[in-house]
């Protein structure tokens, strides 16, 4: 605990609007190198950059996932830091989407056509779509005019999108590989969490 509170006193002094600088930073480096095809983009850069946006997106959520149970189990406090985390997550998504559609498939109609025709890209789209009204009334004054009960329930939405997100990088990836299987198991024991303490504290009320 004394390790937590000396971290909550660090990040007391860092302002939360850090962490949109950082992700526009680590954006537009990401973008630059692939850009110039250099380091892993040396081959298929767009499908590397497409991917590193869709995994750094999935880091976000986990960590967003994440800021409750360390508060609870640990005493590390980022609600702070939160808001900042899931817009960042709605960013890289809308980067990872972004370069799918203009780099990758190039056209409206082929976008529609790989949703309709691929499970794994409907899967996805369904995620970006559920964050969309989660980034829209990720504000103050959003919060005022929904009321913070109604506010609550729409995000909630976090953890479906959170897990069709880890299930689409499972589902489009070729072969058996570990780190999808890893994003998604730690997404649905975060989930399952959440869920619990839901129950509980409904069955006390």
Do not use: C
């Not at 850090?18 to 954006?27: D, F, G, K, N, Q």
């Not at 298929?44 to 959520?61: F, T, W």
């Not at 056509?113 to 499970?119: A, M, S, W």
Request: net charge positive.
């Amino acid at each position: 605990m004394a390790v937590a509170q000396s971290i909550n006193g660090v990040m007391r002094r860092l302002p939360a609007g850090t962490l949109y600088i950082v992700s526009a930073v680590y954006a537009g480096w990401e973008f630059w190198r692939a850009l110039n095809q250099l380091g892993p983009y040396l081959v298929e850069p767009i499908n590397v950059l497409e991917r590193a946006y869709g995994e750094i997106a999935l880091i976000l959520m986990v960590a967003g996932l994440t800021v409750t149970p360390l508060r609870k189990w640990t005493g590390l406090n980022l609600l702070k830091f939160r808001r900042a985390i899931g817009v960042s997550a709605f960013f890289f998504v809308v980067a990872h989407f972004l370069v799918f559609a203009i780099l990758d498939v190039q056209s409206v109609s082929r976008v529609w056509e790989e949703v309709v025709k691929r499970p794994y890209v409907t899967v996805g789209m369904a995620s970006l779509l559920m964050l969309i009204p989660l980034a829209v009334t990720s504000n103050n004054l959003a919060l005022r005019k929904m009321g913070a009960a109604s506010w609550r329930k729409l995000h909630k939405l976090t953890y479906p999108a959170a897990v069709l997100g880890a299930l689409h990088y499972l589902w489009l990836v070729k072969g058996f590989q570990i780190e999808p299987i890893i994003y998604l198991m730690v997404i649905l024991a975060l989930v399952a969490t959440r869920y619990l303490t839901f129950e509980r504290k409904r069955q006390v009320a």
